[in-house]
């Protein structure tokens, strides 16, 4: 995790096979949709959920043959407030 004077970011990277371009514009549509989907849960879900309650959200990079990193944000005056059941 790194810390910014705003925010505190979690960070998860492999290096997998990555995410193909047209998959990953896919990916970062439905993270900037306003509305959850009921068709899917998963990271469109958790993302409208972190950024309703912390004004935050995820962020999926990729690069092809080199692997992924997904970001979970979360602003720094409310990681002390976190609770389980928020989510």
Known sequence: ATVDQENVYIMVEDNGVGIPDNNLKNIQLILNKQEIRTDHIGLGNVNLRLRTIYGTGIIV???????????????????????????
Do not use: F, L, P, R
């Open 61 to 87: 990079e990729s690069e092809e043959k080199k692997g992924t990193i997904i970001t979970v944000s979360i602003s720094n005056k409310d990681v002390n407030n976190v609770q389980a059941d928020d989510c």
